[in-house]
Every structure is written in structure tokens, then in C-alpha cells.
């Protein structure tokens, strides 16, 4: 069971259910127990847990056997950025000892799954079995396998782009203008909160968000009502000793409006960025070494009956090119490419 990605100091849900032997859910009889490991043995990883805990019923008197437990993912708790962690969960249900596994990444999963050139930060596109779905079901690949095709593959499509295609929540910090109005460039979907940084007199302005309205590009907020531009020679008047919402503006200088806001373009994975993801952890799965690096160089070789085939390095080309190399993909990310992020004129 794949839990998600998380960031370091998330607390992480683990849920669970008890079954009889016929299958119905039933209380288990002793509580529930889980021990969470960091990554594998094989990989040199700590035959010790790096948390255990316990888990509790969840509505008890309206489902049977449901229970949750939570973990803090701290570095306090013994957690790392950039890993992956495995967690092991017993429990005595129905006179035996039934036992699940569950997984989960913090970061990027795992730091060797990032494409070259760069990593993704983001949350994952798809879950585990949604990517084994695009695999040849002959390839016998471990979970931990699967997440680092989706770390390449997603690292990839996100630097081809430009830009992410999950939602982020992230602190961005931009140069004001003395106008009504901000550029931050990339696409907001949320203000949480506005400071002007040492403004009026050195000390920090927290700004009412319901005064702060997003244009419909959703790369530029607004303050108060935006009045029109002043005739050349005219400045806008000052946000100091002024509250006048027709005048509101953000004021000159530099790093100093701070914007709290849930960034991205898109409020869910556009279904087709999730269908290149997939074709391209299947056309790298496809590889000899699909997790490993790519010795082969791009070749073609024809053979008997006029058969040919074409060996590619999957990662190497993305660097090389900006493309996978696979038509289909290509396709489909040329249309989601980013436009330019324009500064200042």
C-alpha cells in the first residue's frame, strides 16, 4: 500500500482494516502494532526500525475493524529527506497473526531517482499501482523499483516543461513596484497571506487576503479596487499613511513582498500529463537497466527478415534533446511546455 509522498515534519496517516479468515471486517484482538523501516537491507540500509507505534479504532460504532495510527516525519523521529520508508503492521484478528506492508517517501523517494540534470520535488503523479499498470507484466519490479521510474520519468516530464503540474504550498518572495498590482510569474491558486517586508517605517505589514484578488492568468494579484494607470509624468500616490482601497499599492523595493499561496497551474494533474508519465516509466521499464544508468549508445541495427531495433539512453536523450525521444510523449508535452517567465521590461 503506497501511502504518498511527504515532506520532512509531515505527519503521515497509516491506516488499516482487520479481516476474519471469510474476509468481514472484525475487530482485532490485540492492538494493532506497526514499525517503520528506512528504505532496505539490500540497499545498506538499518535492520532496526527507525519508528514504531500503535493504532487506534477509528468510529467504532459505525465500522468494525477500521483502525489509524499517525507518524510525525521529523527529522527529531529519525526520518531523512530524499528516502524512501517501508512500514510493517500486525495485529491479533481471529485467532491468528495477519500482517500488511506499506510504503511511503519522503522528498523525492529516493535520491538516486532523479532524472540527471535535476530531481522533482513534487508530490507523485500516480500511485504505485497506477504506474505498474503501464509495465510489461513480464518485468518483475519491487515497489521501490517502480517509485524511482517515477521519480525519472516525473523529474523528466517536469523539466522538459518547465514547470510542475502538482500543487505546491511554498513562500515566494517578489520585488514590489509602487503599483496596485504584482507579477509573481507563475500561476497562484490560493492566497494564504501578503507581508510587506519592512515597510512604513521598518516594521513588517500583514495584508487582509480578502483584498487580494488573482487576474485570470492567475500570475498577477491585485490589491484593493486597481485604479486605472496614471498619465505619463503622474506616480501612484504612496502606501504610507494611506488605507484608501483605491490606492492601495504594493511599494518599491527589492525582496519585499513576501506571498504565501498554493502555487500551480492546474488544480489537478491535467490527465494527459499522467499519460505521458505512464508511457514513459513503459518505454523505460522496457529497458535492460530501467533503473539504473544507460551504457547503451542510440543505435540501429537491422537484422534477418529486415527486422531492426533501436537502443536509446532514456535519461542521456532528455538532457541531449529536452525530449524523451518517444513520439507519443513528445506529443503530448510540447503542448504543456511553459512559456517564458517574464521579469520586467
Known amino acids: 500500500m503506497f501511502l504518498g509522498t511527504y515532506r520532512l515534519g509531515d505527519t503521515v496517516p497509516i491506516p488499516a482494516v482487520s479481516v476474519d479468515q471469510s474476509g468481514s471486517a ?10 517503520i523501516y528506512a528504505g532496505s537491507v539490500a540497499a545498506g540500509d538499518a535492520d532496526t526500525p527507525v519508528f514504531t507505534g500503535t493504532m487506534v479504532l477509528r468510529d467504532a460504532p459505525g465500522t468494525t475493524g477500521w483502525y489509524t495510527g499517525t507518524v510525525v516525519v521529523s527529522a527529531a523521529n529519525g526520518f531523512a529527506n530524499n528516502k524512501v520508508y517501508t512500514g510493517y503492521i500486525t495485529a491479533g484478528v481471529d485467532g491468528q497473526n495477519p500482517a500488511t506492508l506499506f510504503i511511503f517517501n519522503i522528498g523525492t523517494g529516493i535520491s ?3 532524472a540527471p540534470g535535476g530531481s522533482s520535488t513534487s508530490p507523485t503523479y500516480m500511485t504505485v499501482d497506477d504506474a505498474r499498470s503501464f509495465v510489461d507484466e513480464g518485468a518483475s519490479l519491487s515497489d521501490e523499483q517502480i517509485l524511482t521510474l517515477m521519480a525519472r520519468a516525473q523529474a523528466a516530464i517536469e523539466r522538459i516543461c518547465g514547470q510542475r503540474f502538482s500543487l505546491i504550498s511554498e513562500v515566494r518572495t517578489f520585488d514590489g513596484m509602487g503599483r496596485p498590482v504584482l507579477n509573481v510569474r507563475r500561476a497562484i491558486q490560493e492566497v494564504n497571506g501578503i507581508t510587506l517586508l519592512g515597510s512604513c ?3 513588517d505589514t500583514a495584508l ?3 483584498d487580494i484578488r488573482i ?3 492567475k500570475t498577477m494579484l491585485a490589491w484593493g479596487s486597481v485604479v486605472p494607470m496614471p498619465f505619463r509624468g503622474l506616480r501612484w500616490p504612496s502606501r504610507c499613511g494611506s488605507f484608501d482601497l483605491s490606492s492601495c ?3 518599491m523595493g527589492f525582496q519585499n513582498i513576501q506571498v504565501d499561496g498554493i502555487w500551480g497551474a492546474w488544480a489537478a494533474v ?3 500529463i499522467i499519460l505521458a508519465l505512464g508511457l514513459l516509466i513503459q518505454h523505460a521499464s522496457a529497458c535492460d537497466n530501467p533503473i539504473g544508468p544507460h551504457t547503451a549508445a542510440h543505435s540501429a541495427e537491422a537484422t ?5 531495433y533501436t537502443i536509446k539512453k532514456v535519461w542521456q536523450n532528455i538532457i541531449q534533446d529536452a525530449t524523451t525521444g518517444f513520439g507519443e510523449v513528445d506529443s503530448i508535452l510540447a503542448r504543456y511546455v511553459a512559456p517564458p517567465v517574464v521579469i520586467g521590461v
Open 201 to 203: 517605517g521598518g516594521s
Open 112 to 114: 538516486s531517482a532523479a
Open 26 to 35: 472484525i475487530d482485532a484482538t490485540s492492538v494493532p502494532t506497526f514499525r
Open 270 to 272: 491535467p490527465e494527459e
Open 249 to 251: 499599492v504594493f511599494p
Open 215 to 217: 487576474s485570470g492568468s
Open 304 to 308: 534477418a527478415g529486415d527486422w531492426s
Open 208 to 210: 487582509d487576503v480578502s
